[in-house]
Each structure stands twice: as structure tokens, then as C-alpha cells.
């Protein structure tokens, strides 16, 4: 096993596409919302060029786009870094993507004992001003298959 996969997990990619499955599950039957995979919707900073972005789920009649992260606390309970960059990029593409659209961080719960935090609160503690404003952060718990959304203060 490679020292970055998840432990028990056959590969990283599989871990992926599992969470989205959970996640577009949890929409279906929590938020009645009926999501599609890899929704391409046209992103851009200025009107000068757009360009096609996939999100990981979402819907174009609903406008709502969510990007789906299932991301731990390193095993030495360490920030992983490396991953939380991946986060601060899908805030690029929410700021990056049309204001009317319902954008939501769909996120692991995992919680430190040691830093007595989630890692999805420690984020947005950390780089919560890299959040845009109209971005929802939810964690979702994979045992009780339920999701709490997160309170971001400024």
C-alpha cells in the first residue's frame, strides 16, 4: 500500500467515487435533490474567456453545484497539508462559477482527538478567507450516513 492511500481502502480513487456515491445518496434521500455526476458548467474570473469545469456533482435545472471531499487527519494526526490545497482550489472554481448557482463543500467528518477538531473546522478556522460567501460547508458522518451544515464565521 502506497504511504498515501487510505488505510483499507483499495485505492484513492475508489475511496473518491465511494464518498460521492454517499454523497449523492444523502442528497436523494435527505434533501429530495437528484444529482448528477460530473456536471460541466462554464467557469471564468472574467467575461473575457469562460471555460468548461466539472464538478463532482450538482444540477443545472436546481443550480447547484457540489464538490465532494473525503479527506483525513494524516495517520501521525498531522494536517495534510497537500489536501487542503486541494480544498482552497475548489474555492477558486465556486468564486470562479456563476453567482445564481447553490455551491456546497460536501466534506468527511473526521475528527482529531489530539487537536479536538474536525478537520473541516479546523479548514475553514484556518483559510476561512479563501471561503467564498456563498459557499456551504456540510460534513457528512460516514457511520450514521447523516450531515451537519457548518456555521462559517468571518
Not at 470562479?96 to 473541516?120: C, H, Q, T
Amino acid at each position: 500500500m502506497s504511504s498515501n492511500q487510505r488505510e483499507g481502502g483499495i485505492s484513492n480513487a475508489k475511496v473518491g467515487s465511494d464518498f460521492e456515491e454517499d454523497t449523492y445518496e444523502y442528497f436523494k434521500e435527505y434533501q429530495q435533490l437528484i444529482l448528477k455526476p460530473n456536471i460541466k458548467i462554464e467557469i471564468g474570473v472574467s467575461n473575457r474567456k469562460l471555460k468548461l469545469h466539472a464538478f463532482d456533482l450538482g444540477c443545472e435545472e436546481k443550480k447547484i453545484l457540489v464538490e465532494c471531499k473525503s479527506h483525513k487527519w494524516t495517520a501521525g494526526d498531522n494536517v495534510p497539508s497537500a489536501k487542503l490545497t486541494v480544498w482552497n482550489e475548489a474555492m477558486y472554481y465556486f468564486m470562479a462559477s456563476p453567482k445564481d448557482y447553490r455551491k456546497i463543500m460536501f466534506v468527511l467528518k473526521d475528527y482529531n482527538e489530539k487537536r479536538k477538531v474536525s478537520l473541516a473546522s479546523y479548514y475553514i478556522k484556518k483559510y476561512g478567507h479563501l471561503i467564498p460567501d456563498d459557499v456551504e460547508f456540510w460534513e457528512f458522518d460516514e457511520n450514521a450516513k447523516t450531515a451537519e451544515k457548518l456555521t462559517i464565521i468571518a
